[in-house]
């Protein structure tokens, strides 16, 4: 069974699945690996949520590094645990999504049709995704869709490299390479909301807006290199990778750890956290590691307290409507966006037709 409220009257009224059958959405679907030019947007069938299921409304959703990832099906080795190996087996990309409960399944007891959620939904990049409750928490009412949105991913990415592998404390010095990021950003107001002392590396041109979400210091890295400097770090957290994990090692302190995300040099940065890394934590007091986020409930409310008491506040660079996707995936994958690329689905959806 179904739940759902009538827009007018509040009036809740209870239907079996088959009036949500049939009826077609916009969504945005890849049938192939490939550039964003594999992307379609296309009628699809809407979802119909199960039991223990949320039907949601989407009104905004974000852009993440896996999204291209996922489309170019790279690297070919990770094709087995991802998707298919000649072709995805799931066509549908995006994650982070906010929005409207439009109805509910019998067993959901935490939410109501009306309500405004944000959270993770598989096949973000349409106007209705199905998702499980514990996927989703209330948006705070100050917040904004396009906000709340471009939250999930990144900042449980940030949360977690800084608190569970970074282990960070209240008084170290902390470094963020990649501040400007989506990842970045995050961790940047994360770090500082732990009470850390925090050092961000970014360009030029986003100097002033890494200070101005509260980095203590700020590195251009065009104009110099922070690994060949005397200061040393507590916690590096590289979301934007470039060095060596040598030199990284070497701008820690004789405890520090230091937590890779991402990079400019995926392939080679990953392979260094994964093989060197536990040699180097080996021979030293230093830790060199790498993560990748998991999504859960229980920080997903912890960011919400965090976003409603303005401890944190999400960088949005870009909006694009769903039919320009593939714009936004070609911008991000550039990797000069300033924190957050989003996708907004009203009123511009219209676009498509």
Same mark, same amino acid.
Not at 146 to 157: I, K, L, W
Not at 266 to 295: D, E, F, H, V
Not at 330 to 342: C, D, F, I, N, Q
């Given at each position: 069974?179904?739940?759902?409220?009538?827009?007018?009257?509040?009036?809740?009224?209870?239907?079996?699945?088959?009036?949500?059958?049939?009826?077609?959405?916009?969504?945005?679907?890849?049938?192939?690996?490939?550039?964003?030019?594999?992307? /379609?947007?296309?009628? &699809?069938? !809407? *979802?119909?949520?199960?039991?223990? %299921?949320?039907?949601?409304? #989407?009104?905004? @959703?974000?852009?993440?590094?896996?999204?291209?990832?996922?489309?170019?099906?790279?690297?070919?080795?990770?094709?087995?645990?991802?998707?298919?190996?000649?072709?995805?087996?799931?066509?549908?990309?995006?994650?982070?999504?906010?929005?409207?409960?439009?109805?509910?399944?019998?067993?959901?007891?935490?939410?109501?049709?009306?309500?405004?959620?944000?959270?993770?939904?598989?096949?973000?990049?349409?106007?209705?995704?199905?998702?499980? /409750?514990?996927?989703? &928490?209330? !948006? *705070?009412?100050?917040?904004?869709? %396009?906000?709340?949105?471009? #939250?999930?991913? @990144?900042?449980?990415?940030?949360?977690?490299?800084?608190?569970?592998?970074?282990?960070?404390?209240?008084?170290?010095?902390?470094?963020?390479?990649?501040?400007?990021?989506?990842?970045?950003?995050?961790?940047?107001?994360?770090?500082?909301?732990?009470?850390?002392?925090?050092?961000?590396?970014?360009?030029?041109?986003?100097?002033?807006?890494?200070?101005?979400?509260?980095?203590?210091?700020?590195?251009?890295?065009?104009?110099?290199?922070?690994?060949?400097?005397?200061?040393?770090?507590?916690?590096?957290?590289?979301?934007?990778?470039?060095?060596?994990?040598?030199?990284?090692?070497?701008?820690?302190?004789?405890?520090?750890?230091?937590?890779?995300?991402?990079?400019?040099?995926?392939?080679?940065?990953?392979?260094?956290?994964?093989?060197?890394?536990?040699?180097?934590?080996?021979?030293?007091?230093?830790?060199?590691?790498?993560?990748?986020?998991?999504?859960?409930?229980?920080?997903?409310?912890?960011?919400?307290?965090?976003?409603?008491?303005?401890?944190?506040?999400?960088?949005?660079?870009?909006?694009?409507?769903?039919?320009?996707?593939?714009?936004?995936?070609?911008?991000?994958?550039?990797?000069?966006?300033?924190?957050?690329?989003?996708?907004?689905?009203?009123?511009?959806?219209?676009?498509?037709?």
């Amino acid at each position: 069974m179904v739940v759902f409220q009538h827009p007018d009257t509040k009036v809740f009224l209870a239907a079996t699945n088959i009036l949500v059958l049939n009826m077609k959405m916009k969504a945005i679907v890849a049938e192939r690996y490939g550039s964003p030019d594999a992307l /379609e947007l296309k009628d &699809v069938e !809407k *979802p119909t949520p199960t039991d223990n %299921e949320i039907l949601v409304k #989407v009104h905004a @959703a974000s852009v993440n590094p896996m999204d291209w990832h996922l489309l170019e099906g790279k690297p070919f080795i990770a094709r087995p645990m991802t998707g298919g190996l000649l072709k995805p087996k799931n066509t549908r990309l995006g994650v982070d999504i906010a929005g409207k409960v439009e109805a509910v399944g019998m067993n959901v007891k935490e939410f109501q049709p009306g309500g405004e959620v944000f959270g993770s939904g598989r096949g973000g990049f349409a106007e209705y995704v199905c998702t499980r /409750e514990d996927s989703l &928490v209330l !948006k *705070p009412a100050d917040v904004s869709f %396009e906000e709340a949105a471009a #939250v999930p991913t @990144a900042a449980f990415t940030a949360l977690q490299g800084l608190r569970d592998k970074g282990q960070v404390q209240a008084g170290q010095k902390v470094l963020i390479d990649g501040a400007s990021g989506g990842v970045g950003t995050f961790a940047v107001q994360i770090a500082k909301s732990f009470g850390a002392e925090v050092t961000g590396v970014c360009s030029t041109r986003n100097l002033d807006m890494v200070r101005s979400i509260g980095a203590d210091h700020v590195i251009d890295y065009t104009q110099e290199d922070f690994t060949k400097k005397e200061q040393r770090y507590d916690l590096i957290l590289a979301t934007a990778g470039y060095h060596s994990i040598f030199d990284y090692s070497r701008a820690l302190s004789p405890k520090g750890i230091y937590v890779f995300i991402g990079g400019s040099r995926l392939m080679r940065s990953l392979l260094q956290a994964m093989l060197l890394g536990p040699l180097i934590s080996m021979t030293g007091n230093k830790k060199m590691t790498s993560m990748i986020a998991k999504r859960n409930k229980k920080d997903l409310v912890f960011l919400k307290d965090l976003l409603e008491a303005g401890r944190i506040k999400p960088v949005i660079d870009r909006s694009y409507p769903l039919i320009e996707v593939p714009e936004a995936l070609r911008y991000l994958e550039e990797g000069h966006a300033r924190g957050k690329v989003v996708i907004t689905l009203e009123p511009n959806l219209r676009k498509a037709d």
